[in-house]
């Protein structure tokens, strides 16, 4: 049994209690006094009959103001948070007396030493622990915390090493020891991924080396504060999603929802059940869409150039009024969100050849970014290689991963047509098939390139002439909208009128098959 003794601060009074327990001859196993006026006994179990005529008679004693159970003493306690602590520590722990003799161990660390609890307590922990001195630390005049790399049991760990420091009698704070806590390479890139990841959809999350994406950070930066439409330009796999969600997460709009919506994924008549719901609300089987669950959010429409004529009417009335009507219901909802969109493709072209709506456009790119594609921030090339390295190695258990030197050149130069996404893709199987620590360019699976000849196919079928008038035919249908005259072609391509008419007569490349 505990008692918790709560009283004043005046000389005798512990005497006096102790007197009590003599008095009845009660088995004292335990006294802590504790300030500011508390008094803690561990005594036997006493019957309730003794019990009730004991506290009344303490609770007479001068000074003393209440007396009451308590589960534990404040030693016991301490001791068992401390063993809690230590139990539960996820690092390997170990505590040290002042000559670096083991005095605690947890759990994990008595496992790498391969040592049993009895065999390790008292042992110096130098047995185990390389590459710091311990004993010349401890004894050294100012015994100050240090972070070293250190070999345990042959193994690379960084240790934190943490001095302890007791008060004597006279105040003064004497060396008691010192705490070590090791933590593995994969515990700590954990630990760094973890913190990472809470800076995913920010963007601190954008690798930004090159002058090029500096620059659009900036803006993008700017123009999140702004609540207005925003459109992101930009090639296949350059991260549209990713600077998106990075502009949402630094708009006021940061703690309600984002969401996507692929445009080109979806047919047209899943696309609109998937933003504007259907059926009233309150029915069995009615649904709320994107644009009901986004409120006071933001919606991203990945590919917007690949929306139907009829999803881009019923877009463009909620960016202008705000409001839509679930699929069969027609009560009018109201939202406030706000609209960004991605697209790979020429827009303003589109708008030109009938595609797409011009008013949705200029709803759209109110705001406006141009990713560049990763060949043209090749200063990004490496350390995202690198950061991607890292990350998918420490998934698999990975680590120290490197680049042979002619593989980082060829990373650096390839042009990279499918941008950031390609690379991380790319790195992801690299890493998977490497048997030691160094990806090659033999372990890169990518259509051919070498810097001297450009970018080739690697399944190209056919013959050299067949290729040349494939080329010829696709460049001529490219330049043709802008030189729809054969003469104007002609003089652009260096060659007679008679045998550019004659190419696209060969084609097939006139106004009917060309829109212009």
């Not at 000389?11 to 088995?27: K, N, P, T």
């Not at 196993?29 to 008094?39: A, S």
């Not at 190695?393 to 990373?411: M, N, V, W």
Request: aromatic share 8%.
């Amino acid at each position: 049994m505990r008692l918790e003794i709560g009283c004043h601060d005046r000389v005798g009074i512990a005497q006096s209690v102790l007197a009590i327990f003599v008095e009845r001859g009660i088995d004292l196993r335990g006294i802590e006094v504790k300030r500011p006026g508390k008094i803690f006994i561990n005594i036997p179990d006493l019957e309730f009959s003794e019990l009730q005529s004991f506290m009344p008679q303490l609770r007479l004693i001068d000074g003393i103001i209440d007396v009451k159970t308590t589960p534990y003493m404040p030693s016991e306690r301490e001791r068992n948070e401390f063993e809690t602590l230590v139990k539960t520590f996820p690092d390997p722990f170990i505590s040290v007396d002042n000559k670096g003799q083991v005095r605690v161990v947890n759990n994990i660390a008595a496992q790498i030493m391969c040592e049993s609890l009895e065999h390790i307590i008292g042992e110096h922990v130098g047995q185990w622990l390389k590459g710091f001195n311990l004993s010349r630390w401890l004894d050294g005049e100012e015994v100050l915390a240090q972070t070293r790399r250190v070999k345990f049991q042959d193994d690379d760990f960084v240790a934190d090493i943490i001095p302890i420091h007791i008060a004597d009698d006279d105040e003064k704070h004497v060396l008691a020891g010192a705490v070590i806590i090791l933590k593995s390479e994969a515990r700590l890139g954990q630990q760094i991924s973890v913190f990472k990841k809470a800076n995913e959809n920010d963007f601190n999350g954008i690798q930004t080396n090159s002058s090029a994406m500096r620059k659009l950070i900036r803006e993008a930066k700017r123009m999140a504060l702004l609540d207005s439409s925003m459109l992101i330009v930009g090639e296949t796999g350059t991260g549209k999603e990713l600077l998106a969600r990075a502009c949402h997460a630094a708009s006021d709009r940061a703690d309600k929802p984002f969401m996507t919506l692929s445009c080109a994924a979806l047919p047209d008549d899943a696309a609109e059940t998937e933003l504007f719901g259907a059926g009233a609300a309150g029915q069995a089987n009615s649904k709320r869409g994107i644009f009901e669950s986004a409120d006071g959010g933001t919606i991203f429409f990945d590919e917007v150039g690949e929306m139907s004529a009829k999803l881009q009417t019923k877009v463009l009335r909620v960016i202008q009024d705000g409001t839509f009507r679930r699929i069969d219901d027609e009560q009018e909802i109201k939202v406030n969100v706000r609209i960004i969109g991605s697209t790979n493709r020429d827009l303003l072209n589109m708008v030109s050849l009938g595609e797409f709506r011009e008013d949705l456009y200029y709803r759209l790119n109110v705001l406006g970014l141009n990713i560049p594609s990763l060949r043209e921030r090749r200063a990004d090339i490496v350390p995202l290689a690198e950061l991607f390295v890292a990350k998918f190695g420490q998934r698999i258990g990975k680590t120290h991963i490197s680049f042979d030197a002619e593989c980082l050149e060829f990373i650096e130069h390839y042009p990279w047509p499918g941008n950031v996404r390609q690379l991380e893709n790319v790195l992801i199987r690299a890493v998977s098939l490497i048997e030691n620590n160094i990806i090659m360019t033999s372990h890169l699976q990518l259509p051919a390139y070498t810097r001297e000849h450009g970018y080739l196919e690697q399944d190209f079928e056919g013959t050299l002439d067949a290729a040349v008038k494939n080329f010829e035919a696709d460049l001529l249908r490219k330049l043709y909208p802008a030189y729809p005259s054969t003469r104007q072609l002609a003089k652009k391509l260096g060659l007679s009128h008679t045998a550019i008419a004659n190419k696209l007569r060969d084609y097939d490349i006139n106004k009917k098959t060309v829109k212009i």
